[in-house]
């Protein structure tokens, strides 16, 4: 089957998903920039997880570029992604009411380490459903980014256990700051290849 009702529907739930944590951010009590600077922090856990679910949306966008058959165990991989992904808003939100309490920032990591494996477990899906006539196994290569994020996550995780929680969200937006560039080799492979029609 085709993946264009799959590719609307994931971009109809990141639509709705960057809507609902919008509508959580609160404005200040007052009208004064100190009054501003109070809500900086949840501004800015607003920004990381609306970096988090664009670097989402851009990389299955390119993702599915290249795949060209789907099937019903492809569709559940990728509702179990857009599972992890539409926790963000809570965790977020969580993280914002308690002031970066540690519980809450370690939950945002578990959060943003089950969105990782659950778009590693999607491509290890497609690679199956399209066998050895797909393409993306070859475009994704070694895919050292996609394996390093895990291991900066629970680094961040056991940063919030055990040491500082601003070194747990350095961890966080390290890897946010590591995917913010596009995934060249699916820009390039589908450059020299065309897509998956």
């Given at each position: 089957?085709?993946?264009?009702?799959?590719?609307?529907?994931?971009?109809?739930v990141?639509?709705?998903?960057?809507?609902?944590?919008?509508?959580?951010?609160?404005?200040?009590?007052?009208?004064?920039?100190?009054?501003?600077a109070d809500?900086?922090?949840?501004?800015?856990?607003?920004?990381?997880?609306f970096?988090?679910i664009?670097?989402?949306?851009?990389?299955?966008?390119?993702?599915f570029?290249?795949?060209?058959?789907?099937?019903?165990?492809?569709?559940?991989?990728?509702?179990?992604l857009?599972f992890?992904?539409?926790?963000?808003p809570?965790?977020?939100?969580?993280?914002?009411d308690t002031?970066?309490?540690?519980t809450?920032?370690?939950?945002?990591?578990?959060?943003?380490?089950g969105?990782?494996i659950?778009?590693?477990?999607?491509?290890?899906?497609?690679?199956r459903?399209?066998?050895?006539?797909?393409?993306?196994?070859?475009?994704?290569?070694?895919?050292l980014?996609?394996k390093?994020?895990?291991?900066?996550?629970?680094?961040?995780?056991?940063?919030a256990?055990?040491?500082?929680?601003?070194?747990?969200?350095?961890?966080?937006?390290?890897?946010?700051?590591?995917?913010?560039?596009?995934?060249?080799?699916m820009?390039?492979?589908?450059?020299?290849?065309?897509?998956?029609?």
């Open positions: 089957m085709p993946t264009s009702r799959l590719e609307a529907f994931s971009d109809g990141l639509a709705i998903i960057i809507t609902i944590m919008v509508l959580e951010l609160r404005p200040p009590e007052g009208d004064t920039f100190a009054d501003l809500s900086g922090t949840s501004f800015l856990t607003y920004v990381l997880s970096v988090y664009g670097i989402y949306w851009n990389n299955h966008h390119h993702l570029q290249l795949v060209r058959r789907v099937n019903g165990a492809v569709l559940w991989a990728n509702l179990h857009l992890w992904l539409s926790l963000y809570f965790t977020t939100g969580w993280m914002d002031g970066l309490a540690q809450p920032v370690v939950v945002y990591g578990l959060n943003l380490l969105a990782a659950a778009y590693y477990v999607l491509q290890l899906t497609i690679f459903a399209e066998g050895d006539t797909g393409v993306l196994r070859e475009a994704l290569g070694r895919d980014k996609g390093l994020s895990p291991v900066l996550y629970l680094a961040g995780i056991a940063s256990l055990w040491v500082e929680i601003w070194l747990a969200l350095a961890f966080y937006i390290a890897v946010a700051a590591m995917w913010l560039v596009p995934d060249r080799r820009e390039s492979f589908v450059a020299d290849h065309g897509t998956a029609t």
